[in-house]
């Protein structure tokens, strides 16, 4: 059930207007994506292409700590 998805888009909202942040081939379990740090009013994952039905356990976004 794992891998099926092969091309992937992040996307945040900024000011009314989507901006992609990150692109990639697969999704896995370790898969971390490091933004700017940038207020976003919203964030999209979308799956351009997968070889099967897509499956998506989690999906989890979290602020670091500021220094």
């Known amino acids: 059930p794992y891998g099926r998805i092969t ?3 992040l996307e945040v909202q900024r000011k009314g207007t ?3 942040v ?3 081939k697969g999704i896995g379990p370790s898969l ?3 933004l700017d740090g ?3 009013t919203a964030v999209r994952l979308r ?3 997968a ?3 897509p499956t998506l356990s989690e999906f989890e976004i979290s602020a670091l700590p500021q220094p």
């Open 32 to 34: 971390r994506i490091p």
């Open 18 to 20: 989507w901006h992609k």
């Open 51 to 53: 070889t099967d039905t």
């Open 7 to 9: 091309s992937h888009v």
């Open 38 to 40: 940038s207020e976003a």
């Open 22 to 24: 990150a692109e990639g």
């Open 47 to 49: 799956i351009l292409s």
